[in-house]
């Protein structure tokens, strides 16, 4: 996709997403030394963190050392490639960074990083001996897991050691999946070789976000320096389109594979480009040279393969079913809207009404709080935004009389504050939906700013520990109106805070331009439910919990580095509309409890979630080949998480899968809830 922030003055979208650190700026070579902008970008966003950010405090000693602690946690988290020594000298510099970006001086970054290339390529030659060496799996040993245990290696047998337990951990994996060991001490080869060169392709504008954004995150862990390519991929996010192909990618050891085909797009259409081929090429127009991708880093693949809608890619691709072929797919590219990232509903029939029909209930999904900024700043009319969608959704839902409204936010980030209250005005009369403090320590009331509802029936809220920010903002709102019943995880995410993008270029010139110098995401505001409580940390108690693994992820804002503390502050005046009460929510919880029990597939939840806990806090992993199968039998912890994660991240979920029995679960406590509520089925004031 071709980009620039052409005309474009600070940005004053409030963002409340979950932070996401994606670098995906082109390959050109390793970093050389910074330049005269990296360093104007530096300033500028020390000034800015200084200025705005909710903590009001100086870029001094702690956030400097802070920023040396986060950026070796980035490079080298398992503490893999480093030396003791290593960490020693930057040690002898961190109360000494805060002064060098507050002047424009980001050259210790360039010598930490290219320390940790020298690491890399020693520790990857390690690798490669060590896939080699004969490895003796019925010793009793065990490899540490755990990032805050391990240490860095002090001499090269420690680092040698290091990397004998991790090449011997990975070949249990793959011989753990069937894999044959001369197949298996290949795939580790390319594993190996691929990182190291994938790591060479940094670049200045990858390594000056990394440095920055360490240095910024030590304020909190949602304020981050985003290059330019980053914002880029923020904003399709944002407006839900781009211009491409329709495929998400995925890099598995220097392979680039087909993750995703996007209904609609152009490969979608076209029909040869399928899920699992892999891409090994990349040529632009009708004649243009193709390109070699392999080892080349996933978004300098996904820079080549967006562009300008009606140009012409052509992809040199090993199909899946045919892995020995290579065939050349010439495709134009389009605009694709990303439809499996909006609103989408489905009316369920479920239960039965007194008159012997089912109930039918209207679920929306919505993965995110999206706005076509752009657009709406523009004047367009038409401007995707979540507000709009899920209008139109309930008033179909209305035309067709549904009893009820499920609104699913499970794995929902966040997104724009502006769309988290109108939506949320869609549900309630009036009044107050979230407040907002500053540095200043004064509260500003954001209120529905539209009289009367769109929907005023009885309503669900669908929520996990995924559900972040603008879903809590919503969650919470309905829940201090009693105007929906919040039914989930034990509580959401945590994220009480609110971010501003600042773009670099237009605080560096203050005049419009067309450069793109990237953007600031500050956090300058935390906001508060109406009745005054913060979301922060604690997030949005669900009235009914159903058991999930979820809720047992390390994965709230609780457990991030820096994360603000709670607090809370006065209560606004606002309706209560009396849907839920305390005596309702406990028959709801009992009668829930009650089919869980009984539940098979439930028991069967309980106990992986046992075993699930009682692996993650292992310190250490047994490289016993025995007792290794032995604990994968039971469970795979790693695999859980990254099982999680896929859901999370998924652009083919259905609506609402009615074949699973957590899905089923809540739909009864909607029935359940329907009946409780007898002839109270409309929100009225109280």
């Known amino acids: 996709m071709q980009h620039t922030l052409a005309a474009r003055p600070i940005i004053a979208s409030l963002s409340l997403g979950l932070a996401a650190l994606v670098l995906a700026a082109p390959a050109l070579s390793r970093p050389t030394e910074p330049s005269a902008t990296d360093r104007q970008i530096a300033l500028a966003v020390s000034l800015l963190m200084e200025k705005q950010h909710i903590a009001q405090k100086r870029l001094d000693d702690q956030a400097s050392e802070r920023c040396l602690n986060s950026l070796l946690k980035m490079l080298d988290p398992l503490k893999l490639f480093f030396m003791q020594e290593d960490v020693d000298q930057f040690m002898a510099s961190k109360h000494q960074l805060d002064d060098h970006v507050r002047s424009g001086n980001i050259k210790m970054a360039y010598t930490i990083f290219n320390r940790f290339l020298e690491r890399v390529d020693q520790r990857v030659q390690m690798a490669l001996e060590q896939v080699d060496a004969e490895h003796d799996f019925t ?21 040698l050691d290091k990397w004998r337990r991790r090449v011997k951990y990975e070949m249990l994996n793959l011989l753990a999946d069937d894999m044959e060991a001369s197949e298996a001490k290949e795939k580790l080869r390319r594993r190996y070789t691929s990182l190291e060169k994938r790591w060479e392709q940094t670049n200045n504008d990858e390594l000056l976000e990394m440095y920055l954004t360490a240095m910024t995150t030590g304020f909190d862990p949602h304020s981050t320096y985003m290059a330019p390519s980053s914002l880029d991929n923020f904003e399709i996010q944002m407006r839900l389109k781009l211009d491409g192909i329709g495929a998400s990618l995925r890099s598995e050891d220097g392979y680039t594979k087909v993750h995703q085909i996007i209904k609609g797009g152009a490969a979608d259409q076209d029909g040869r480009l399928k899920e699992g081929d892999e891409i090994v090429g990349v040529g632009q127009g009708t ?4 390109e070699d991708i392999m080892d080349m880093k996933l978004n300098d693949v996904v820079d080549r393969v967006r562009g300008k809608r009606g140009s012409v890619v052509r992809l040199e691709v090993r199909p899946v079913d045919n892995p020995k072929d290579r065939e050349i797919y010439t495709m134009t590219r389009q605009e694709i809207k990303l439809t499996e990232s909006e609103a989408r509903s489905v009316i369920i029939p479920w239960g039965t009404k007194a008159n012997g029909q089912p109930y039918q209930v209207g679920v929306i999904s919505l993965p995110s709080f999206y706005m076509d900024m752009d657009a709406a700043r523009a004047g367009d009319p038409n401007y995707k935004s979540t507000t709009r969608d899920v209008r139109r959704l309930l008033n179909d839902f209305n035309a067709k009389g549904v009893d009820a409204v499920l609104v699913d936010l499970r794995f929902n980030g966040g997104g724009s504050l502006t769309e988290a209250v109108n939506m949320t005005g869609l549900f309630i009369d009036k009044g107050p939906v979230v407040q907002v403090k500053g540095p200043d320590g004064r509260a500003q009331p954001f209120v529905d700013p539209e009289a009367g509802m769109v929907w005023s029936g009885p309503l669900v809220v669908l929520t996990n520990k995924f559900s972040a920010s603008a879903s809590e903002i919503f969650a919470g709102a309905m829940q201090d109106y009693r105007r929906g019943l919040i039914v989930g995880d034990d509580a959401t995410h945590g994220k009480g805070t609110v971010q ?29 439910r109406p009745d005054g409580d913060s979301t922060q940390n604690h997030g949005v108690a669900a009235d009914v919990i159903i058991p999930s693994l979820t809720s047992h992820l390390d994965v709230g804002e609780s457990d991030l580095d820096y994360a603000l503390a709670f607090d809370k502050i006065g209560a606004l005046s606002h309706d209560v509309y009396q849907m839920v009460d305390t005596n309702t929510v406990g028959q709801l919880r009992d009668s829930s409890k009650a089919r869980i029990a009984s539940s098979e597939d439930f028991a069967k939840d309980l106990k992986r979630i046992e075993r699930f806990e009682a692996q993650k806090d292992k310190k250490t992993v047994t490289l016993n080949q025995e007792e290794y199968l032995a604990e994968l039998a039971e469970l795979d912890a790693d695999k859980e998480q990254e099982d999680a994660f896929e859901e999370a991240t998924s652009n083919d979920r259905p609506v609402f899968d009615m074949e699973d029995h957590y899905n089923k679960e809540a739909l009864a406590i909607l029935i359940d809830y329907l009946m409780l509520l007898k002839d109270n089925r409309v929100a009225i004031a109280r």
Do not use: H
């Open 500 to 528: 501003q993008l600042y773009d670099v270029a237009q605080l560096l010139f203050s005049i419009r331009n067309d450069m793109n110098l990237g953007a600031m995401k500050l956090t300058i505001q935390q906001f508060y």
């Open 139 to 159: 010793l009793k040993e065990d490899m540490i897991r755990d990032a805050d245990t391990s240490v860095y290696a002090k001499n090269e047998s420690e680092a």
């Open 287 to 290: 004649d243009g040279e193709i």
